[in-house]
């Protein structure tokens, strides 16, 4: 049939509204047979972008509701798909079936790669309402094996995620402190891209680690640890695994529902019954404004509750490093620290805070400030320590090294991790008390020097550190030592340390205590910030809040 522009019509098969790809484009003749670039620049045929040429390959490949006369094939190869890409693209919403059809098609190798990007570029500019974030959350998490458990565990099955930051080693002291508590923790992490380090490379740089474990071996870790943190495995949500590769590069990583899948689907399969969030904002975090970040936080905990698990999330700023050491190995050792109830305030304030809620959301507290107190106490009386060293046993790690590494002297620590060949101090240009050390560009260097990847599965040198020598709030001299530098090679070059010297900023003021790490929290029941919650929850309303409104 001939159909106008802008004009919308019923399928008197499906009764559903059809729309014209190019709405507000001059009319364009469908072709069986790829027109040359000859015939373009006619109102019939108006030139179009590589781009545009491309998905119109995608839609003349396969017919679309206008022209098919038989049942709908189904999620065969390009079967009815630039029909969703076009759906999406116009601002509507999908059905059920359909973002089913999509995972699906994406997890059996149905769609072309150029398919699949349209299809997250037009999720990226037209988004998804909560509905429909759902949906392709819980596909996601079904598109592979779902981890199964004793049902006596589930109560207690917890995780902790966060959108990653400089220095951000919370996972390594958190997963044995909450295990130390009676719950299980089954934690699949990532690695690292760009700045921002991975909770998997910091744990390879002890030698022996093996995060690849099999849902049985994770089952085995569990019964006997309590604890694990393993990479994702290949049958664990693969629909996820070949939609966040092409995020990057489609530039689509920032769609807040493409985020929000992403990261729920793997705690979904995980089926764990708490989880909580830690979502970065500041200059070294994916979001770099609180609003940004809240808005995902407030995605992330309605979507989660809504798939049965008690979702918080805690808003913590990154502008600075957490604690005082970045890289691998050296944030291995300030782990260990902090898993002796030692090292850096702000590194032990969050991990009890993050652990406090999860004891507090699957009832082994009263509320956060009781389960944060639970949780210093197996930082303090060693026990955490203890399932972290059982943890690298079942692991891998040879039971001497773990054992040298967990009670070993900082010297003998560094015998098992290694250290990098130099080491190179900065002083600071002028007295002063420091204000801030911006986490950026000491990252960007450090990624410079080895220790980050520009593209996935790079080689990265997890010696390669810094190790901050000042904390936010205090005085420092003229031509004191403020930062470490660890390196192989190549040495540090005159840029690099210029670059460096433009991460400490010092000002005239008084010395100061820094603020809290957390800005903000996100429960269903809206926002609270951790000192009204507490009072809130000094009162009795402790679990209301755990309440969808």
């Given at each position: 049939?001939?159909?106008?522009?802008?004009?919308?019509?019923?399928?008197?098969?499906?009764?559903?509204?059809?729309?014209?790809?190019?709405?507000?484009?001059?009319?364009?003749?469908?072709?069986?047979?790829?027109?040359?670039?000859?015939?373009?620049?006619?109102?019939?045929?108006?030139?179009?972008?590589?781009?545009?040429?491309?998905?119109?390959?995608?839609?003349?490949?396969?017919?679309?509701?206008?022209?098919?006369?038989?049942?709908?094939?189904?999620?065969?190869?390009?079967?009815?798909?630039?029909?969703?890409?076009?759906?999406?693209?116009?601002?509507?919403?999908?059905?059920?079936?359909?973002?089913?059809?999509?995972?699906?098609?994406?997890?059996?190798?149905?769609?072309?790669?150029?398919?699949?990007?349209?299809?997250?570029?037009?999720?990226?500019?037209?988004?998804?309402?909560?509905?429909?974030?759902?949906?392709?959350?819980?596909?996601?998490?079904?598109?592979?094996?779902?981890?199964?458990?004793?049902?006596?565990?589930?109560?207690?099955?917890?995780?902790?995620?966060?959108?990653?930051?400089?220095?951000?080693?919370?996972?390594?002291?958190?997963?044995?402190?909450?295990?130390?508590?009676?719950?299980?923790?089954?934690?699949?992490?990532g690695r690292g891209l760009g700045h921002t380090g991975g909770t998997?490379?910091?744990?390879?740089?002890?030698?022996?680690?093996?995060?690849?474990?099999?849902?049985?071996?994770?089952?085995?870790?569990?019964?006997?640890?309590?604890?694990?943190?393993?990479?994702?495995?290949?049958?664990?949500?693969?629909?996820?695994?070949?939609?966040?590769?092409?995020?990057?590069?489609?530039?689509?990583?920032?769609?807040?529902?493409?985020?929000?899948?992403?990261?729920?689907?793997?705690?979904?399969?995980?089926?764990?019954?708490?989880?909580?969030?830690?979502?970065?904002?500041?200059?070294?975090?994916?979001?770099?404004?609180?609003?940004?970040?809240?808005?995902?936080?407030?995605?992330?905990?309605?979507?989660?509750?809504?798939?049965?698990?008690?979702?918080?999330?805690?808003?913590?700023?990154?502008?600075?490093?957490?604690?005082?050491?970045?890289?691998?190995?050296?944030?291995?050792?300030?782990?260990?620290?902090?898993?002796?109830?030692?090292?850096?305030?702000?590194?032990?304030?969050?991990?009890?805070?993050?652990?406090?809620?999860v004891l507090w959301q699957c009832s082994e507290a009263g509320s956060?400030?009781?389960?944060?107190?639970?949780?210093?106490?197996?930082?303090?009386?060693g026990s955490a320590l203890g399932k972290f060293q059982a943890m690298?046993?079942?692991?891998?790690?040879?039971?001497?090294?773990?054992?040298?590494?967990?009670?070993?002297?900082?010297?003998?620590?560094?015998?098992?991790?290694?250290?990098?060949?130099?080491?190179?101090?900065?002083?600071?240009?002028?007295?002063?008390?420091?204000?801030?050390?911006?986490?950026?560009?000491?990252?960007?260097?450090?990624?410079?020097?080895?220790?980050?990847?520009?593209?996935?599965?790079?080689?990265?040198?997890?010696?390669?550190?810094?190790?901050?020598?000042?904390?936010?709030?205090?005085?420092?001299?003229?031509?004191?030592?403020?930062?470490?530098?660890?390196?192989?090679?190549?040495?540090?070059?005159?840029?690099?340390?210029?670059?460096?010297?433009?991460?400490?900023?010092?000002?005239?003021?008084?010395?100061?205590?820094?603020?809290?790490?957390?800005?903000?929290?996100?429960?269903?029941?809206?926002?609270?910030?951790?000192?009204?919650?507490?009072?809130?929850?000094?009162?009795?309303?402790?679990?209301?809040?755990?309440?969808?409104?």
């Amino acid at each position: 049939m001939r159909i106008a522009p802008g004009r919308l019509y019923k399928d008197t098969k499906t009764g559903s509204s059809l729309e014209p790809y190019y709405r507000t484009q001059p009319k364009f003749k469908p072709a069986r047979t790829q027109s040359s670039r000859a015939e373009a620049g006619t109102p019939d045929n108006p030139v179009l972008t590589d781009h545009q040429e491309k998905l119109l390959c995608f839609i003349r490949s396969a017919p679309g509701p206008m022209d098919q006369t038989g049942p709908d094939p189904g999620p065969g190869p390009g079967s009815s798909f630039p029909a969703l890409i076009r759906k999406k693209r116009d601002g509507e919403k999908l059905l059920d079936e359909e973002i089913r059809r999509f995972v699906q098609a994406v997890t059996r190798g149905g769609l072309q790669e150029g398919q699949m990007g349209a299809m997250l570029m037009a999720i990226r500019l037209r988004g998804m309402d909560p509905d429909e974030t759902l949906t392709l959350t819980r596909e996601m998490a079904v598109s592979g094996r779902v981890l199964e458990w004793p049902d006596s565990w589930q109560r207690r099955l917890v995780d902790k995620h966060s959108t990653g930051g400089v220095g951000d080693k919370v996972s390594l002291p958190l997963a044995p402190a909450l295990a130390a508590c009676g719950c299980k923790v089954p934690m699949i992490s990532g690695r690292g891209l760009g700045h921002t380090g991975g909770t998997l490379d910091k744990l390879e740089s002890v030698p022996g680690f093996n995060v690849s474990q099999s849902p049985e071996q994770m089952r085995c870790i569990l019964e006997q640890v309590g604890c694990c943190i393993v990479g994702q495995s290949k049958d664990l949500v693969p629909a996820d695994k070949v939609l966040y590769g092409l995020r990057d590069v489609t530039a689509t990583v920032d769609s807040l529902p493409l985020i929000t899948a992403s990261i729920l689907s793997k705690k979904a399969a995980e089926k764990v019954s708490a989880l909580v969030l830690d979502v970065k904002f500041g200059s070294a975090a994916l979001y770099t404004s609180l609003d940004s970040a809240r808005t995902l936080a407030q995605s992330l905990v309605s979507v989660g509750n809504r798939l049965g698990i008690c979702t918080v999330a805690m808003l913590s700023r990154m502008d600075g490093p957490l604690g005082q050491r970045v890289g691998h190995s050296l944030e291995v050792l300030e782990a260990l620290q902090c898993l002796e109830g030692r090292g850096p305030a702000d590194l032990h304030h969050l991990v009890t805070t993050l652990g406090g809620s999860v004891l507090w959301q699957c009832s082994e507290a009263g509320s956060v400030r009781q389960g944060a107190a639970r949780i210093a106490a197996t930082l303090a009386d060693g026990s955490a320590l203890g399932k972290f060293q059982a943890m690298l046993q079942a692991q891998g790690v040879e039971a001497g090294l773990a054992q040298a590494l967990c009670t070993g002297t900082e010297e003998q620590r560094y015998q098992v991790l290694g250290r990098a060949r130099a080491q190179e101090e900065l002083p600071a240009a002028q007295d002063g008390t420091v204000q801030r050390v911006e986490a950026l560009p000491i990252a960007q260097v450090l990624h410079e020097l080895g220790a980050g990847r520009t593209q996935k599965g790079q080689p990265i040198n997890h010696h390669v550190g810094a190790e901050l020598l000042v904390t936010v709030g205090q005085r420092v001299a003229r031509g004191s030592s403020w930062i470490r530098i660890h390196y192989d090679t190549p040495e540090l070059s005159n840029d690099q340390r210029r670059t460096l010297q433009g991460a400490l900023v010092l000002a005239g003021s008084e010395p100061f205590a820094p603020s809290c790490k957390v800005a903000e929290i996100i429960l269903p029941q809206g926002s609270r910030s951790l000192e009204e919650l507490t009072e809130e929850q000094g009162l009795g309303s402790s679990q209301a809040l755990l309440c969808s409104a």
